[in-house]
Nanobody, 125 residues
Framework: VQLQASGGGLVQPGDSLRLSCAAS????????VGWFRQAPGKEREFVGG????????FYADSVKGRFTVSRDNAKSTLYLQMNSLKPEDTAVYYC???????????????????WGQGTLVTVSS
């Protein structure tokens, strides 16, 4: 499985941005898939994710109501729509997949087997 994240860039506070994560080798139909981010000097943190089967969605409190995770199985692509961006959202964003992941580990970076290369999002005026 290879994951390719894209869509990052420099935006102003309040702007929107959509990240994409294209998967080769399999679809997001099982386990867990998610988005994580890592700011300079900080640990990688969970942003949002969904269960491959059933599509239940989960978000970090810091992005709830502003970010939306979705997928297009036909395109094997995962998305992260980010609205009302804030300077504290600045980070490298990673997509990840855990084909055998279970619900209780969806927010845990160590439970993911495959990672995209990361895409930088900078929110600054």
């Amino acid at each position: 499985v290879q994951l390719q994240a894209s869509g990052g860039g420099l935006v102003q506070p309040g702007d929107s941005l959509r990240l994409s994560c294209a998967a080769s080798g399999r679809t997001f139909s099982g386990g867990n898939v998610g988005w994580f981010r890592q700011a300079p000097g900080k640990e990688r943190e969970f942003v949002g994710g969904l269960r491959g089967s059933g599509g239940a969605l989960f978000y970090a409190d810091s992005v709830k109501g502003r970010f939306t995770v979705s997928r297009d199985n036909a395109k094997s692509t995962l998305y992260l729509q980010m609205n009302s961006l804030k300077p504290e959202d600045t980070a490298v964003y990673y997509c990840a997949a855990a084909p055998r992941g279970i619900l209780s580990t969806i927010k845990r970076p160590s439970s993911y087997d495959y990672w995209g290369q990361g895409t930088l999002v900078t929110v600054s005026s």
